[in-house]
Protein backbone atom coordinates (compact mmCIF):
# COMPACT_ATOMS: atom_id res chain seq x y z
CA UNK A 1 0.00 0.00 0.00
CA UNK A 2 1.39 3.42 -0.91
CA UNK A 3 2.25 6.37 1.93
CA UNK A 4 -1.45 8.03 1.06
CA UNK A 5 -3.21 5.22 2.05
CA UNK A 6 -1.41 4.24 5.15
CA UNK A 7 -1.78 7.45 5.95
CA UNK A 8 -5.13 7.39 5.46
CA UNK A 9 -5.95 4.55 7.33
CA UNK A 10 -3.74 5.41 10.59
CA UNK A 11 -6.10 8.94 10.18
CA UNK A 12 -9.25 6.78 10.32
CA UNK A 13 -8.12 4.76 12.82
CA UNK A 14 -7.12 7.79 15.05
CA UNK A 15 -10.78 9.33 14.16
CA UNK A 16 -12.66 6.10 15.82
CA UNK A 17 -10.17 5.96 19.05
CA UNK A 18 -13.58 5.77 21.35
CA UNK A 19 -13.88 2.13 19.77
CA UNK A 20 -9.99 1.23 20.57
CA UNK A 21 -8.73 0.41 23.94
CA UNK A 22 -6.47 2.56 25.79
CA UNK A 23 -3.24 0.78 24.58
CA UNK A 24 -4.56 0.54 20.95
CA UNK A 25 -5.16 4.69 20.93
CA UNK A 26 -1.16 4.52 21.79
CA UNK A 27 -0.21 2.05 19.43
CA UNK A 28 -1.84 3.92 16.77
CA UNK A 29 -0.32 7.31 17.92
CA UNK A 30 2.86 5.86 18.11
CA UNK A 31 2.65 4.32 14.53
CA UNK A 32 1.28 7.94 13.07
CA UNK A 33 4.53 9.89 14.88
CA UNK A 34 6.97 6.96 13.42
CA UNK A 35 5.29 6.92 9.80
CA UNK A 36 5.51 11.22 9.95
CA UNK A 37 8.99 10.78 11.06
CA UNK A 38 10.40 7.91 8.80
CA UNK A 39 7.67 7.52 6.01
CA UNK A 40 7.31 3.67 6.63
CA UNK A 41 6.29 1.11 9.29
CA UNK A 42 7.58 -2.43 9.85
CA UNK A 43 5.43 -5.19 8.41
CA UNK A 44 4.82 -6.11 12.10
CA UNK A 45 3.50 -3.01 12.78
CA UNK A 46 1.33 -2.86 9.79
CA UNK A 47 0.05 -6.37 10.52
CA UNK A 48 -1.25 -5.55 14.03
CA UNK A 49 -2.70 -2.31 12.33
CA UNK A 50 -4.76 -4.49 10.38
CA UNK A 51 -5.63 -6.41 13.27
CA UNK A 52 -7.19 -3.83 14.74
CA UNK A 53 -8.78 -2.39 11.88
CA UNK A 54 -10.54 -6.03 12.19
CA UNK A 55 -11.22 -6.60 15.65
CA UNK A 56 -12.20 -2.75 16.29
CA UNK A 57 -12.93 -0.60 13.26
CA UNK A 58 -14.97 -2.85 10.59
CA UNK A 59 -18.39 -2.93 10.51
CA UNK A 60 -18.94 -6.19 12.07
CA UNK A 61 -16.66 -4.98 14.99
CA UNK A 62 -18.69 -1.99 15.59
CA UNK A 63 -22.11 -3.50 15.15
CA UNK A 64 -20.64 -6.18 18.13
CA UNK A 65 -19.51 -3.04 20.14
CA UNK A 66 -22.96 -1.19 19.60
CA UNK A 67 -24.45 -4.41 21.10
CA UNK A 68 -22.33 -4.42 24.19
CA UNK A 69 -22.65 -1.03 24.65
CA UNK A 70 -26.96 -1.37 24.71
CA UNK A 71 -26.29 -4.73 26.93
CA UNK A 72 -23.95 -2.80 29.37
CA UNK A 73 -26.46 -2.39 32.47
CA UNK A 74 -26.62 -1.18 35.94
CA UNK A 75 -25.38 -4.80 37.31
CA UNK A 76 -22.97 -5.20 34.88
CA UNK A 77 -22.10 -1.77 35.69
CA UNK A 78 -21.81 -2.64 39.91
CA UNK A 79 -19.59 -5.11 39.06
CA UNK A 80 -17.31 -3.38 36.98
CA UNK A 81 -16.87 -0.67 39.76
CA UNK A 82 -16.71 -3.54 42.57
CA UNK A 83 -13.43 -5.01 40.36
CA UNK A 84 -12.11 -1.63 39.65
CA UNK A 85 -11.97 -0.32 43.25
CA UNK A 86 -10.20 -3.78 43.99
CA UNK A 87 -7.87 -3.66 41.17
CA UNK A 88 -6.36 -0.12 41.96
CA UNK A 89 -5.41 -1.86 45.14
CA UNK A 90 -3.33 -4.35 43.17
CA UNK A 91 -1.39 -2.66 40.79
CA UNK A 92 -3.22 -4.97 37.93
CA UNK A 93 -5.84 -3.17 35.18
CA UNK A 94 -4.67 0.09 36.36
CA UNK A 95 -5.49 2.10 33.35
CA UNK A 96 -8.82 0.27 32.74
CA UNK A 97 -9.84 0.60 36.51
CA UNK A 98 -8.88 4.23 37.16
CA UNK A 99 -11.36 4.95 33.81
CA UNK A 100 -14.48 3.13 35.38
CA UNK A 101 -13.97 4.94 38.83
CA UNK A 102 -13.44 8.28 37.49
CA UNK A 103 -15.90 7.81 34.43
CA UNK A 104 -19.28 6.77 35.64
CA UNK A 105 -20.44 6.88 32.03
CA UNK A 106 -17.52 4.86 30.71
CA UNK A 107 -17.71 1.80 29.03
CA UNK A 108 -14.80 -0.56 28.52
CA UNK A 109 -14.76 -3.29 25.86
CA UNK A 110 -16.30 -6.46 26.20
CA UNK A 111 -13.27 -8.26 25.87
CA UNK A 112 -11.73 -6.14 28.74
CA UNK A 113 -14.47 -6.14 30.89
CA UNK A 114 -14.19 -10.22 30.65
CA UNK A 115 -10.14 -9.99 31.49
CA UNK A 116 -11.25 -7.65 34.59
CA UNK A 117 -14.21 -8.97 35.56
CA UNK A 118 -14.57 -12.14 35.38
CA UNK A 119 -11.30 -13.69 36.41
CA UNK A 120 -11.21 -16.04 39.20
CA UNK A 121 -10.04 -13.13 41.64
CA UNK A 122 -12.26 -10.57 40.44
CA UNK A 123 -15.01 -13.21 41.28
CA UNK A 124 -13.94 -14.04 44.74
CA UNK A 125 -14.02 -9.99 45.32
CA UNK A 126 -17.55 -9.87 43.88
CA UNK A 127 -18.89 -12.97 46.36
CA UNK A 128 -16.83 -11.28 49.70
CA UNK A 129 -18.43 -8.05 48.27
CA UNK A 130 -22.25 -9.62 48.10
CA UNK A 131 -22.17 -11.75 51.13
CA UNK A 132 -24.57 -11.73 53.45
CA UNK A 133 -22.35 -10.31 56.43
CA UNK A 134 -21.89 -12.62 59.31
CA UNK A 135 -22.26 -9.95 61.68
CA UNK A 136 -24.69 -7.23 60.84
CA UNK A 137 -24.10 -3.53 62.49
CA UNK A 138 -24.39 -3.90 66.45
CA UNK A 139 -22.57 -7.23 66.89
CA UNK A 140 -20.35 -7.86 69.64
CA UNK A 141 -17.24 -9.35 68.22
CA UNK A 142 -13.64 -9.74 68.69
CA UNK A 143 -10.38 -10.22 67.08
CA UNK A 144 -9.20 -13.96 65.99
CA UNK A 145 -5.18 -15.20 67.13
CA UNK A 146 -4.92 -14.64 63.08
CA UNK A 147 -5.50 -11.24 62.80
CA UNK A 148 -2.51 -8.83 62.24
CA UNK A 149 -0.95 -7.91 65.34
CA UNK A 150 -1.80 -4.20 65.01
CA UNK A 151 -5.29 -4.86 64.93
CA UNK A 152 -5.26 -7.31 68.36
CA UNK A 153 -2.99 -4.28 69.78
CA UNK A 154 -5.63 -1.65 68.86
CA UNK A 155 -8.62 -3.57 70.40
CA UNK A 156 -6.57 -3.57 73.45
CA UNK A 157 -8.03 -7.14 74.20
CA UNK A 158 -11.26 -5.35 74.48
CA UNK A 159 -14.54 -7.03 72.56
CA UNK A 160 -15.70 -4.55 69.95
CA UNK A 161 -19.00 -3.51 68.51
CA UNK A 162 -19.57 -3.39 64.70
CA UNK A 163 -20.33 -0.64 63.59
CA UNK A 164 -20.00 -0.47 59.61
CA UNK A 165 -20.21 -3.33 57.50
CA UNK A 166 -19.06 -3.63 53.19
CA UNK A 167 -17.03 -1.05 51.06
CA UNK A 168 -14.30 -1.42 49.08
CA UNK A 169 -13.21 -4.90 49.20
CA UNK A 170 -9.15 -5.76 48.62
CA UNK A 171 -8.82 -9.26 49.15
CA UNK A 172 -9.96 -12.65 47.34
CA UNK A 173 -9.68 -14.60 50.20
CA UNK A 174 -12.07 -16.06 51.59
CA UNK A 175 -14.23 -13.75 54.25
CA UNK A 176 -12.88 -10.68 53.34
CA UNK A 177 -16.12 -8.71 53.71
CA UNK A 178 -14.63 -5.14 55.09
CA UNK A 179 -15.71 -4.45 58.33
CA UNK A 180 -15.02 -1.23 61.09
CA UNK A 181 -15.38 -2.38 64.40
CA UNK A 182 -15.15 -0.03 67.57
CA UNK A 183 -13.56 -1.49 70.69
CA UNK A 184 -15.02 -0.72 74.35
CA UNK A 185 -13.74 2.45 75.70
CA UNK A 186 -12.02 3.71 72.31
CA UNK A 187 -12.78 6.13 70.15
CA UNK A 188 -10.88 4.83 67.22
CA UNK A 189 -12.43 2.40 64.58
CA UNK A 190 -10.48 -0.70 63.45
CA UNK A 191 -10.70 -1.56 59.89
CA UNK A 192 -10.49 -5.59 59.54
CA UNK A 193 -12.28 -8.06 57.31
CA UNK A 194 -14.75 -10.39 58.51
CA UNK A 195 -11.87 -13.65 58.72
CA UNK A 196 -10.25 -11.99 61.08
CA UNK A 197 -13.38 -11.28 63.34
CA UNK A 198 -15.23 -14.12 65.68
CA UNK A 199 -18.93 -13.70 67.78
CA UNK A 200 -18.38 -12.35 71.41
CA UNK A 201 -20.62 -13.03 73.98
CA UNK A 202 -22.08 -10.36 76.22
CA UNK A 203 -20.66 -10.47 79.35
CA UNK A 204 -22.99 -11.20 82.29
CA UNK A 205 -23.87 -8.98 85.05
CA UNK A 206 -22.68 -10.33 88.32
CA UNK A 207 -25.32 -11.16 90.67
CA UNK A 208 -26.21 -9.03 93.48
CA UNK A 209 -26.07 -11.58 96.82
CA UNK A 210 -28.23 -10.41 99.36
CA UNK A 211 -27.44 -11.61 103.18
CA UNK A 212 -30.56 -12.62 104.80
CA UNK A 213 -28.54 -13.73 107.85
CA UNK A 214 -28.27 -10.34 109.70
CA UNK A 215 -25.80 -10.55 112.87
CA UNK A 216 -26.99 -8.45 115.91
Known amino acids: ?38 GRLSPKQVEILERIETQKLSSEAQNTRKTWIENYDDEKRRITLICAKYYLTTGYFTALATAVVEDAAYVPHEKAWKKMCQNKYALKVIANHDADPIYPVGSLVSF ?73
Open 144 to 216: RSTASWRMKNDAKGMPCVVIEVGGTVISAAKGAKPYKVLPFGSAQSIVCEERHLKRCKKPKKAKKVIDTDVPF
Open 1 to 38: MNSEGLLQRLANAQQHSTLLSQWEMGFVESLTEQFNKH
